[in-house]
């Protein structure tokens, strides 16, 4: 799968960068560890960190405002914690913070996009159904894919309302959930779409509902693997590199705004992980008085 359309690179590298330092790795939530699982299978020496906003989530029922406000707080965080690159795995932070946070951090960093790009180049039908966030949907950013690759593609776009809740709450294949996501599907299944574009990093731990539901009739997009490629051809380029096994096992540092139980969960059944979750506060402007500092 081609990565052009989902990564954004910062040239900015900080002085004291060290190739055995972690690389972090963000997400408004639980979603973003379908990158982290991508990036342990690519990247298996390097040391990560996943934080998840769950605190604040879902993204993609906030202003603009908001999400920049805690895409850049949260990489200041982890450059403090001594991240020596960032994965913003979330689509919708992506869309409408990534110009603004490779401004303003030290460290490199990787970004994603809904894969419109390689869904033009497999789909035989030419229709073609994306699932993301309002968010996503509605910016710039995402605007601008589809004109510079749309071609001659129809695209269904469908905002995923409750999706990422669900998956929030380890909801991957309840009757509730099924009827949900099989209403999103239908219209695209009765338009004859043969590709789905997975928008949102929630959404590939749907995979085996939407087979259920779609059977083979759509090939999925799912950009992970290739943002995990990228990162590799970043640090790379930096010298960041990690190729030293560590001397114990390398398990990721979990970290969550919200009690963490649901991301030790998924982690657990869906990654094979079984890890602690950090409790850490991380204010920013917007949510400083709603956030107490943790003991």
């Not at 299978?41 to 879902?58: C, F, G, K, Q, W």
């Not at 982890?78 to 919708?92: E, I, R, S």
């Not at 992506?94 to 401004?103: D, G, P, Y």
Request: charged share 20%.
């Amino acid at each position: 799968m081609s990565a052009s359309a989902v990564t954004l690179l910062n040239p900015t590298t900080r002085a004291d960068a060290d190739a055995s330092a972690p690389v972090g790795i963000f997400d408004s939530g639980l979603g973003g560890l379908s990158v982290l699982r991508a990036v342990r299978a690519v990247l298996p020496h390097e040391r990560l960190i996943y934080v998840a906003d769950s605190l604040h989530a879902p993204y993609g029922e906030k202003d603009d405002d908001f999400i920049v406000d805690r895409t850049l707080a949260i990489g200041e965080w982890l450059v403090a914690q001594g991240a020596k690159a960032l994965v913003v795995a979330c689509n919708t932070a992506t869309a409408q913070s990534i110009a603004l946070v490779r401004e303003r951090l030290p460290i490199p960093l990787v970004g994603v996009e809904p894969g419109i790009k390689p869904a033009t180049a497999v789909s035989k039908s030419r229709v073609v159904g994306v699932l993301a966030t309002q968010v996503t949907l509605r910016s710039a950013r995402f605007q601008s894919l589809l004109d510079r690759y749309a071609a001659d593609c129809r695209f269904i776009l469908q905002p995923g309302h409750g999706l990422v809740q669900a998956v929030e709450r380890c909801d991957t294949s309840s009757p509730q959930l099924m009827a949900l996501l099989e209403s999103y599907l239908a219209p695209m299944l009765d338009a004859h779409a043969d590709t789905l574009v997975l928008g949102c990093t929630h959404y590939p731990f749907l995979d085996r509902a939407i087979r259920e539901i779609a059977g083979e009739r759509l090939h999925i997009i799912d950009t992970s693997v290739a943002i995990a490629r990228q990162l590799d051809r970043l640090l790379d380029a930096h010298t960041l590199k990690h190729a030293a096994s560590p001397d114990t096992d390398n398990v990721p540092r979990f970290c969550s705004t919200a009690d963490g139980e649901s991301q030790r969960q998924l982690a657990a059944s869906l990654l094979q992980i079984d890890a602690p979750v950090e409790h850490v506060s991380i204010p920013s402007r917007r949510t400083r008085l709603a956030e107490p500092d943790i003991a």
